[in-house]
């Protein structure tokens, strides 16, 4: 690879931090794995029992892949300050669909996944095709691509031959994620984005330090810019009419990924606090990433490609024992996400597909055996889709597989929008738009080739509402009684008449709300 060797002069030190965190990693998976019992809400959803700071922490952890640490800085060297937006949006958008419309209804009706939310408000077919969409995607690009793009980071730094972390990483991960479930899953990530956010915190200080201080970082201001004109390949500000709209949707509210760890809340007030605390970090970290990129140029002026920026950082800027803590936050950020995407598929798996097609009455136990072994066989197609990557990177086909996304977001994001605002969407309407969504985006990609990828998104997903309106008006509605309960109303804007004491003062999910949305949109305006 042209990818420029760190000097292998890891010392004793490094070494050791990095053993360390290893090692705890593995012993609070396992601790948390024996706490378990062995029933399906125990195992998928940790038993009810996480509190706010675990729901918003975990989101965070699951978040944020090594290949996006190293991506968004390397975007924010070339472009500035405006590579946060891809980070922030979710604060604006996606988060903020979660708690004022979703949530209450996957809570109020105990929902472990998110297809069963279709199934409720359309049927079967809509189920089994969110299912298969996400699955598809989750063990490509959730746990295939984060793999491999985790492994060429790990060659850049260290000189680890590839197959040896993939195969590393993602047994290690795998071991303490089917053992114990979301449990172990949360107990992790809690642990892993501590180590990230230090490692983040050690690099920013260490850059700005070397560029001159927090003066060097203001001084950049003068050039941040949110908002690009129209005909910017990157980021159009008309990406904000469609296509961030429907992917941060899909990302944050309909997806299993993330949303799984709220339906685990102790109670919906946990829950709520949770996603708000999860906005707080979400507005916070981008900040960390991007922070030392603004002022790199500085130090180094002419990179050639910008993702090997941190590389650099790491090299030049870190001294002994920093550097093992830097391994450790890039080894957890793709730890993270991939525990998070496992313990995903395997519930959607179970719930969406074991106990409705194939044991219509397995009991607990069994359940959470087929969870296992469903884990086992995710991870094996997950390393073999990583492998795949590995041998056919310079295909323009696995550019493809990673805007997977892109493909088939807006056909769910229309799905979920539709079934819970407008009571006449009905389920050949809700079909329509998530089955037509992938055919729809290879026109446009083969039509309008220049056009920027987001800007095509936003007119899929314009066209989807579209179709789905339409083919609803021409087929049967579902009668109103069986909507009770999953048709947006003022209802979910609040906790329910009986939570409300859990509400007064301070704890006041909306006076926190108000606060972070206050702050983003300053910086929305003021750099506008």
Same mark, same amino acid.
């Given at each position: 690879?042209?990818?420029?060797?760190?000097?292998?002069?890891?010392?004793?030190?490094?070494?050791?931090?990095?053993?360390?965190?290893?090692?705890? /990693?593995?012993? /609070?998976?396992?601790?948390?794995?024996?706490?378990?019992?062995?029933t399906k809400?125990?195992?998928?959803?940790?038993?009810?029992?996480?509190?706010? =700071?675990?729901?918003?922490?975990?989101?965070?952890?699951?978040?944020?892949?090594?290949?996006?640490?190293?991506? /968004?800085?390397?975007?924010?060297?070339?472009?500035?300050? /405006?590579?946060?937006v891809?980070?922030?949006?979710?604060?604006?958008?996606?988060?903020?669909?979660?708690?004022?419309?979703?949530?209450?209804?996957?809570?109020?009706?105990?929902?472990?996944?998110?297809?069963?939310?279709?199934?409720?408000?359309?049927?079967?077919?809509?189920?089994?095709?969110?299912?298969?969409?996400?699955?598809?995607?989750?063990? $490509?690009?959730?746990?295939?691509?984060?793999?491999?793009?985790?492994?060429?980071?790990?060659?850049?730094?260290?000189?680890?031959?590839?197959?040896?972390?993939?195969?590393?990483?993602?047994?290690?991960?795998?071991?303490?994620?089917?053992?114990?479930?979301?449990r172990?899953?949360?107990?992790?990530?809690?642990?892993?984005?501590?180590?990230?956010v230090?490692?983040?915190?050690?690099?920013?200080?260490?850059?700005?330090?070397?560029?001159?201080?927090?003066?060097a970082?203001?001084?950049?201001?003068?050039?941040?810019?949110?908002?690009?004109?129209?005909?910017?390949?990157?980021?159009?500000?008309?990406?904000?009419?469609?296509?961030?709209?429907?992917?941060?949707?899909?990302?944050?509210?309909?997806?299993?990924?993330?949303?799984?760890?709220?339906?685990?809340?102790?109670?919906?007030?946990?829950?709520?606090?949770?996603?708000?605390?999860?906005?707080?970090?979400?507005?916070?970290?981008?900040?960390?990433?991007?922070?030392?990129?603004?002022?790199?140029?500085?130090?180094?002026?002419n990179?050639?490609?910008?993702?090997?920026?941190?590389?650099?950082?790491?090299?030049?800027?870190?001294?002994?024992?920093?550097?093992?803590?830097?391994?450790?936050?890039?080894?957890?950020?793709?730890?993270?996400?991939?525990?998070?995407?496992?313990?995903?598929?395997?519930?959607?798996?179970?719930?969406?597909?074991?106990?409705?097609?194939?044991?219509?009455?397995?009991?607990?136990t069994?359940?959470v055996?087929?969870?296992?072994?469903?884990?086992?066989?995710?991870?094996?197609?997950?390393?073999l889709?990583?492998?795949?990557?590995?041998?056919?990177?310079?295909?323009?086909?696995?550019?493809?597989?990673?805007?997977?996304?892109?493909?088939?977001?807006?056909?769910?994001?229309?799905?979920?929008?539709?079934?819970?605002? =407008?009571?006449?969407?009905?389920?050949?309407?809700?079909?329509?738009?998530?089955?037509?969504?992938?055919?729809?985006s290879?026109?446009?990609e083969?039509?309008?080739?220049?056009?920027?990828?987001?800007?095509?998104?936003?007119?899929?997903? =314009?066209?989807?509402?579209?179709?789905?309106?339409?083919v609803?008006?021409?087929?049967?509605?579902?009668?109103?009684?069986?909507?009770?309960?999953?048709?947006?109303?003022?209802?979910?804007?609040?906790?329910?008449?009986?939570?409300?004491?859990?509400?007064?003062?301070?704890?006041?999910? $909306?006076?926190?709300?108000?606060?972070?949305?206050?702050?983003?949109?300053?910086?929305?305006?003021?750099?506008?």
């Amino acid at each position: 690879s042209n990818c420029k060797r760190m000097n292998p002069t890891l010392t004793t030190l490094d070494a050791v931090i990095f053993g360390i965190y290893i090692l705890g /990693v593995l012993l /609070v998976g396992f601790y948390a794995s024996r706490k378990g019992r062995r029933t399906k809400r125990d195992y998928f959803l940790a038993g009810d029992k996480l509190p706010w =700071w675990m729901i918003g922490g975990s989101i965070l952890a699951a978040n944020i892949s090594t290949h996006q640490i190293v991506g /968004v800085m390397g975007v924010a060297y070339s472009r500035g300050f /405006v590579a946060v937006v891809i980070e922030w949006g979710a604060v604006l958008i996606g988060f903020n669909a979660l708690l004022w419309i979703f949530l209450p209804f996957y809570l109020r009706n105990g929902f472990y996944t998110m297809p069963e939310f279709l199934q409720k408000r359309f049927g079967g077919a809509a189920r089994t095709t969110y299912s298969l969409l996400v699955l598809l995607t989750y063990i $490509f690009v959730e746990i295939g691509a984060v793999l491999f793009l985790g492994a060429i980071s790990l060659h850049g730094l260290l000189g680890i031959s590839m197959m040896t972390s993939i195969l590393t990483i993602a047994i290690f991960t795998g071991i303490y994620t089917i053992a114990g479930g979301l449990r172990a899953v949360v107990w992790t990530e809690m642990l892993q984005i501590c180590v990230l956010v230090l490692g983040m915190v050690t690099l920013s200080f260490a850059t700005i330090n070397a560029a001159g201080g927090i003066s060097a970082l203001m001084k950049t201001s003068k050039d941040w810019e949110i908002f690009l004109p129209a005909s910017d390949p990157d980021f159009p500000w008309t990406q904000y009419l469609g296509g961030i709209l429907c992917i941060s949707i899909f990302y944050c509210a309909t997806n299993q990924f993330i949303v799984q760890r709220t339906l685990a809340a102790r109670n919906e007030w946990h829950a709520r606090i949770g996603v708000i605390f999860a906005q707080y970090l979400k507005f916070l970290i981008p900040i960390l990433i991007i922070a030392p990129a603004l002022v790199a140029p500085k130090l180094f002026p002419n990179l050639e490609k910008p993702d090997l920026l941190f590389v650099n950082l790491v090299e030049h800027l870190l001294p002994s024992g920093l550097v093992g803590l830097i391994m450790a936050a890039l080894v957890s950020a793709v730890m993270s996400h991939l525990s998070g995407a496992i313990n995903s598929s395997t519930t959607i798996l179970t719930m969406d597909v074991y106990l409705p097609y194939i044991r219509k009455h397995a009991t607990e136990t069994q359940s959470v055996r087929f969870g296992r072994r469903a884990g086992m066989a995710i991870i094996i197609l997950g390393i073999l889709s990583s492998v795949l990557l590995m041998y056919n990177s310079d295909k323009p086909v696995f550019l493809y597989m990673l805007n997977a996304y892109g493909l088939f977001t807006p056909g769910i994001a229309t799905m979920f929008l539709m079934g819970i605002f =407008w009571k006449r969407t009905t389920h050949a309407g809700a079909l329509a738009a998530g089955i037509l969504t992938i055919p729809m985006s290879f026109v446009m990609e083969f039509l309008f080739p220049q056009m920027p990828f987001l800007n095509r998104t936003g007119i899929v997903f =314009w066209s989807c509402m579209a179709l789905c309106i339409v083919v609803s008006l021409l087929t049967k509605p579902k009668p109103e009684a069986e909507l009770k309960e999953l048709i947006w109303n003022k209802e979910s804007l609040s906790l329910l008449p009986g939570q409300r004491e859990q509400q007064r003062g301070l704890r006041n999910p $909306f006076i926190w709300w108000a606060i972070i949305t206050v702050i983003v949109l300053y910086f929305y305006i003021r750099y506008a």
